[in-house]
């Protein structure tokens, strides 16, 4: 099985979860920012797991990004080095493959990134495999809740068995 866990990540959280997850699914999955993740490193994907950060109730989009670069009022650098997963998604060759989608997020919020991560590798022909997955954070910023990442590599795990 070809897998890849690709993902949006500014301060490290929602990469972390795409390691554990990827860790979970075993040696055959590989982990890729959305820069790396370029077509050539999908094509033929049997699953594609993909996640993002949940900012402004929603799949970060380009402004919510200027707005982040352009913010210097001492909160944490955010990494802007990878494209956003929604300009990943829209570019996102046609493919045959199954989908899992996730985010990271603080616990009450509205609005999910994952379900619309799902509803775009839909579209590009990647049916869903798992429902959308949430993990948690414990601040604006992170870190994660204790447990999440364990609860990533157990989700892996699941998704690795569903592709059997
Ligand atoms: C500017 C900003 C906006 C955010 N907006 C939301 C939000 O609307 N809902 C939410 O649940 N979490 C929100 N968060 C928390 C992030 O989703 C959380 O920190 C996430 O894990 C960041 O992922 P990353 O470290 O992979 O970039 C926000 C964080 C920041 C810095």
Redesign the pocket.
């Given at each position: 099985m070809k897998a890849i866990v690709v993902?949006?990540?500014?301060?490290?959280?929602?990469?972390a979860v795409a390691r554990a997850i990827a860790e979970g699914m075993g040696p055959e999955a590989r982990v890729l920012s959305t820069a790396e993740a370029t077509g050539e490193a999908i094509a033929g994907a049997d699953l594609i797991v993909a996640g993002a950060?949940?900012?402004?109730?929603?799949l970060p989009t380009e402004s919510?990004l200027k707005g982040?670069a352009s913010n210097t009022g001492g909160?944490p650098t955010?990494d802007l080095s990878h494209p956003s997963m929604r300009s990943w998604l829209e570019a996102l060759p046609k493919g045959a493959g199954r989908a899992a989608g996730f985010e990271?997020?603080?616990w009450w919020?509205p609005?999910s990134a994952a379900k619309t991560i799902l509803d775009k590798l839909g579209a590009a022909g990647y049916q869903p495999a798992a429902k959308a997955q949430r993990f948690v954070?414990q601040g604006?910023?992170?870190p994660l809740r204790d447990g999440e990442l364990e609860r990533a590599k157990a989700w892996g795990a699941e998704l690795a068995r569903a592709m059997k």
């Open positions: 993902y949006e990540s500014h301060w490290g959280n929602t990469a950060p949940l900012l402004g109730f929603s919510m982040l909160n955010p990271t997020r603080i919020s609005g954070v604006k910023y992170g």
